[in-house]
């Protein structure tokens, strides 16, 4: 396990990255933000006693300021330059976290950006103020596997013997767990990809009972996107929205946290299909 903090910093667009912590061309001073972000109650007060009920809960955009420094004082005027153009207020960009070994990134905007350092002769420091208009850090990497491959157990020329064989099996199975690790239940990204004749293809959560069933036929190469994340859920077939064609017992499911039992079908043409589910854990901090 790593016992320090590092910081990354990349941007759309720019092939320069800003690099923070042990070894790396920035020094870390002093960071704040990272553990939490702030949050506000709402309240209902009672008519009939000396109480409240709490009738909704929400978690303000997070705020990450920082100071750090360049390690060698000497490279200063090399990199300011390509520090100023880096922390554009146009641009967003986003952080990762390698926090004692525990890694973590989360998309920012720019809040504020100057250079501290008294002299031109001292090392190059900046502090850094961020917003996060989504406060949760995210998994490195999204999770993103085709749960319904196909993996092949013979090669060719093969003597079958009496009995026979198996000639491939189903990596996942019917089910598979997929562990929501994070603090809060997240949406998925779901693509469904044709290889021949698809008819109605369904995703279904064992774990919530709830499902999506789209009625629409697939065929070789059609591609199918399900969104169940909150502010973007839609359908899509072939880049078009057919939302309409849900069925109407259809719900826009969250993966809950834990394990969630995750297995898709379709009325026919079930074996046609690959499936990648997407998603990313999402955490109150690190």
């Known amino acids: 396990m790593n016992n320090y903090i590092s910081l990354s910093f990349e941007r759309s667009g720019s092939d320069f990255t800003v690099q923070i912590g042990k070894t790396k061309p920035f020094r870390l001073i002093s960071v704040f933000g990272l553990e939490s972000s702030d949050y506000s109650l709402a309240l209902s007060p009672d008519a009939q006693s000396d109480s409240s009920a709490v009738s909704g809960r ?87 596997e085709n749960i319904a491959k196909i993996v092949p157990l013979t090669a060719f020329p093969t003597a079958l013997t009496q009995n026979g064989c198996a000639a491939s099996y189903r990596k996942f199975g019917d089910v598979v767990i997929l562990n929501n690790s994070g603090d809060i239940p997240v949406g998925l990204d779901i693509l469904f990809r044709a290889s021949e004749e698809v008819v109605n293809p369904q995703i279904e959560n064992l774990t919530s ?11 070789q190469g059609d591609e199918l996107r399900i969104v169940t994340v909150p502010g973007k859920k839609r359908v899509l077939k072939n880049g078009q929205n057919i939302s309409n064609l849900l069925d109407r017992s259809s719900s826009f499911f969250p993966l809950e946290l834990g394990k969630n039992r995750i297995r898709f079908s379709a009325r026919s043409g079930a074996e046609n299909l690959a499936v990648f589910p997407m998603w990313e854990a999402a955490y109150f901090g690190i």
Do not use: W
């Not at 976290?97 to 031109?120: A, M, Q």
């Open 209 to 219: 009972q709830t499902f999506i069933l789209v009625n629409t036929t697939l065929l």
């Open 58 to 144: 929400t978690i303000s955009p997070r705020v990450i300021s920082m100071d750090f420094e360049l390690a060698d004082a000497s490279l200063s005027r090399a990199y300011r330059d390509s520090i100023l153009r880096f922390f554009s207020p146009k641009t967003e960009g986003v952080l990762r976290v390698d926090y004692f070994g525990v890694k973590r990134k989360i998309t920012y905007e720019v809040k504020s950006f100057k250079f501290t350092h008294t002299t031109l002769f001292d090392p190059l420091r900046i502090s850094l103020s961020l917003i996060c208009p989504d406060p949760y850090f995210k998994d490195n990497e999204a999770f993103s």
